[in-house]
């Protein structure tokens, strides 16, 4: 990167221009564990985006900071994200147990509660894909904003933006890939329920 930029300090940056004081940038353990924690006002940037100067590094604190940034400007998508995260966690632990027992016993043992598992399952799972739904503008917003923030800051070079822009799109993607996977996991429980009826 141009202007060799921690990952730590082009977080700070753009929280100053943002105007946002409130909120600390961190170091945190763990491979991928980059995130923003609204409750804690807390920005956390793996070990090695936090010390790292590449243009990758910058892109996901660029990132980990249009959250912040969303948080701050009171962004809706944000809030109901929160809010559906209790439920996304408690919908994929049910629909995970429920479909194995759903599926042994509807199979299995013909158990008139097997199909009554599924439909559980098939409820857990939804909760899930809900999430990843409201994730997806959640995450391509964070990018966009990070993006612009990184131009007008003059943080990235003409030469760097469209590097970053490809950085900060795959990682959007990877989004797109979870709700995929959710969405077939879901369409299978599905097909089992209704498959279950005829057994």
Request: aromatic share 8%.
């Amino acid at each position: 990167m141009g202007r060799g930029w921690t990952g730590a300090e082009v977080a700070q940056a753009i929280l100053d221009t943002a105007g946002i004081r409130d909120v600390r940038v961190e170091p945190t353990g763990g491979f991928l564990s980059d995130h923003y924690h609204p409750l804690e006002k807390a920005l956390r940037l793996s070990e090695p985006n936090y010390a790292g100067t590449s243009l990758a590094v910058a892109g996901v604190a660029a990132h980990e900071v249009g959250h912040a940034i969303q948080h701050a400007r009171g962004y809706w998508p944000l809030r109901v994200r929160s809010a559906l995260v209790p439920i996304c966690v408690a919908g994929q632990w049910i629909g995970q147990i429920a479909m194995l027992i759903g599926a042994a016993a509807a199979f299995g043992l013909h158990a008139p509660w097997g199909r009554t598992m599924l439909g559980v399952a098939i409820l857990g799972y939804a909760a899930v894909f809900l999430f990843t739904l409201v994730t997806l503008p959640v995450e391509f917003n964070a990018s966009s904003r990070a993006l612009r923030v990184l131009a007008d800051r003059g943080i990235l070079t003409g030469d760097e933006m469209p590097q970053a822009k490809s950085v900060l799109d795959a990682a959007a993607l990877t989004y797109v890939a979870g709700a995929a996977q959710v969405l077939l996991t879901l369409l299978y429980l599905i097909s089992l329920f209704t498959r279950s009826r005829d057994e």
